[in-house]
C-alpha cells in the first residue's frame, strides 16, 4: 500500500517501484482500486483508456516566463490557465487525433481544465472507445480535435509480444548465419 505519512491512511496501491530512483513509485489511486477489486478478484480484463501524451499544468506566469526568454526550447505558449501538451507519442490516439507539443488543452467534453491533474482525470475515467472532444488553444486560436481512447493494457501486451516476436526473429536469424 501507499500510506499518507502524516494520517496512515492509504491513499493507493504500488504498483511498479524504482529501486535505482529513491522514494519513487507508480500507483493506482486507492479510489480507483476499490473501483476494480471485484473485476480484479473475478478475473476480468481492466481497461485503461489513454490518448497519449505528456502534460504540464499552464499558469499565465509560467508562460511569461518561457515566452521572456529568446532563447527558449518550447516556443511561444499562450499565456492562460490550461494544461499544455509537452510530448504527444507515435502511433498513438493524439497523434491520429492532431495534437501536437504545445497545444494548451482548455477543456475537455465540456469541462474546463486547468491542471494536468483535471485534465488526468477525465481522461482516465473516459471509456475506451468513446470519443472526447478537446478544445486547445494553438496558434492563439481556438481548435477542437475529436480523440478517441484506446486500451492502455491492450496496447502495452501487444507492444511486448513485438519486442518478444523481435527476439525470437533476431535469434532465428543468428542461428541461420551459425
Known amino acids: 500500500p501507499l500510506v499518507d505519512v502524516e494520517t496512515g491512511t492509504i491513499i493507493g496501491i504500488n504498483t511498479c517501484i524504482r529501486a535505482n530512483m529513491e522514494g519513487t513509485s507508480f500507483a493506482v489511486p486507492i479510489n480507483k482500486a476499490k473501483e476494480i477489486a471485484q473485476d480484479l478478484a ?96 494553438r496558434n492563439g486560436k481556438e481548435v477542437t480535435h475529436v480523440i478517441t481512447p484506446e486500451d492502455l493494457g491492450y496496447k502495452l501486451q501487444k507492444m511486448k509480444e513485438d519486442r518478444r516476436k523481435e527476439k525470437e526473429d533476431a535469434l532465428k536469424r543468428l542461428k541461420k548465419q551459425l
Not at 53 to 62: E, F, I, Q, R
Not at 95 to 117: C, K, P
Not at 129 to 135: A, F, R, V
Open 42 to 137: 473475478d478475473g476480468k480484463h481492466i481497461n485503461h483508456g489513454y490518448i497519449g501524451v505528456s502534460m504540464a499544468s499552464l499558469t499565465p506566469d509560467l508562460a511569461i516566463q518561457n515566452n521572456a526568454d529568446p532563447n527558449s526550447p518550447n516556443g511561444f505558449i499562450p499565456e492562460i490557465h490550461g494544461v499544455v501538451i509537452t510530448r504527444v507519442y507515435p502511433k498513438t490516439p493524439a497523434e491520429m487525433g492532431g495534437l501536437r507539443r504545445l497545444d494548451v488543452v482548455v477543456e475537455i467534453s465540456g469541462q474546463r481544465v486547468t491542471r494536468a491533474d483535471d485534465a488526468q482525470r477525465i481522461i482516465d475515467s473516459a471509456k475506451v472507445g468513446d470519443p472526447l472532444t478537446i478544445k486547445i488553444v
